[in-house]
C-alpha cells in the first residue's frame, strides 16, 4: 500500500489532535461520558488511589489528578463548529506560544501525542501519587505577561512570600517596580 492511501496523508484532510477542554468543577467524567457517547476519544486524568477513612475501612478510588479538564481527541475544524457547543465544555485551554500576530486571539493548545502517551502511562503505572508541576519559574528568567491587564509587559522574575511570581520591571532612572502576578498570565522568554 502506498502512503496516499492513508487518510492522514491526505491533501486537505486534517489529522486529530489532543485538545484540553475546561468543564465545570467535578465534572470531567460526566463530561468525558457525553462526550463519548457523541464519538469523541477523550481521556481524564486520574489515578487510582487507596484512601482510608476515620473508621478503618479503605477503598481504592480515583484522584482527579488535572481538574476541570477533559482531553479530546479531533481536528481542529471540528473542535470549533461542534465541540465548542456541547454545554459541558466551557471553552478549550489556550496557547499564546502559538498566537500569530500580537493582540490576536491565542489558538487552542494541542498535546502532542508522545505527552499524552507518557501521561496515560505515568498515571496508570505510578506506585505513588503522580502531580503536575508547572513549568517552573527560576528567580531571574526573563518572561513576558502574555494575557490581562499587563500584556506584553516584560521583566525578571522574583519569588514572593505568597508563593506567586512576582514580576520585577527595571526602570533605569526610577530604579525598579514589582508586581505579584498569576503564574498562567506569564510565559518565559526563550
Same mark, same amino acid.
Given at each position: 500500500?502506498?502512503?496516499?492511501?492513508?487518510?492522514?496523508?491526505?491533501?486537505?484532510?486534517?489529522?486529530?489532535?489532543?485538545?484540553?477542554?475546561?468543564?465545570?468543577?467535578? &465534572?470531567?467524567?460526566?463530561?468525558? %461520558?457525553?462526550?463519548?457517547?457523541?464519538?469523541?476519544?477523550?481521556?481524564?486524568?486520574?489515578?487510582?488511589?487507596?484512601?482510608?477513612?476515620?473508621?478503618?475501612?479503605?477503598?481504592?478510588?480515583?484522584?482527579?489528578?488535572?481538574?476541570?479538564? *477533559?482531553?479530546?481527541?479531533?481536528?481542529?475544524?471540528?473542535?470549533?463548529?461542534?465541540?465548542?457547543?456541547?454545554?459541558? *465544555?466551557?471553552?478549550?485551554?489556550? %496557547?499564546? &506560544?502559538?498566537?500569530?500576530?500580537?493582540?490576536?486571539?491565542?489558538?487552542?493548545?494541542? *498535546?502532542?501525542?508522545?505527552?499524552?502517551?507518557?501521561?496515560?502511562?505515568?498515571?496508570?503505572?505510578?506506585?505513588?501519587? *503522580?502531580?503536575?508541576?508547572?513549568?517552573?519559574?527560576?528567580?531571574? %528568567?526573563?518572561?513576558?505577561?502574555?494575557?490581562?491587564?499587563?500584556?506584553?509587559?516584560?521583566?525578571?522574575?522574583?519569588?514572593?512570600?505568597?508563593?506567586?511570581?512576582?514580576?520585577?520591571?527595571?526602570?533605569?532612572?526610577?530604579?525598579?517596580?514589582?508586581?505579584?502576578? %498569576?503564574?498562567?498570565?506569564?510565559?518565559?522568554?526563550?
Amino acid at each position: 500500500m502506498t502512503a496516499a492511501l492513508y487518510a492522514d496523508d491526505a491533501v486537505g484532510v486534517e489529522s486529530p489532535h489532543w485538545y484540553i477542554a475546561i468543564t465545570s468543577n467535578r &465534572a470531567e467524567r460526566k463530561c468525558s %461520558d457525553i462526550l463519548l457517547a457523541s464519538g469523541y476519544e477523550t481521556y481524564v486524568a486520574g489515578q487510582l488511589e487507596r484512601h482510608t477513612w476515620k473508621n478503618g475501612r479503605s477503598k481504592e478510588v480515583e484522584r482527579i489528578v488535572l481538574p476541570s479538564l *477533559v482531553f479530546v481527541r479531533t481536528t481542529e475544524p471540528d473542535r470549533k463548529k461542534r465541540l465548542a457547543f456541547f454545554p459541558c *465544555v466551557k471553552r478549550f485551554v489556550t %496557547d499564546p &506560544a502559538r498566537r500569530k500576530e500580537p493582540g490576536a486571539p491565542a489558538p487552542a493548545a494541542i *498535546v502532542p501525542d508522545k505527552e499524552m502517551e507518557t501521561l496515560q502511562f505515568m498515571l496508570a503505572h505510578a506506585d505513588a501519587p *503522580v502531580s503536575i508541576v508547572e513549568t517552573p519559574l527560576h528567580v531571574g %528568567d526573563r518572561v513576558r505577561v502574555a494575557s490581562g491587564g499587563l500584556r506584553g509587559l516584560e521583566g525578571t522574575v522574583q519569588r514572593s512570600d505568597s508563593g506567586r511570581p512576582r514580576l520585577f520591571v527595571s526602570m533605569d532612572i526610577l530604579g525598579s517596580a514589582a508586581v505579584e502576578i %498569576d503564574r498562567n498570565l506569564i510565559e518565559l522568554i526563550p
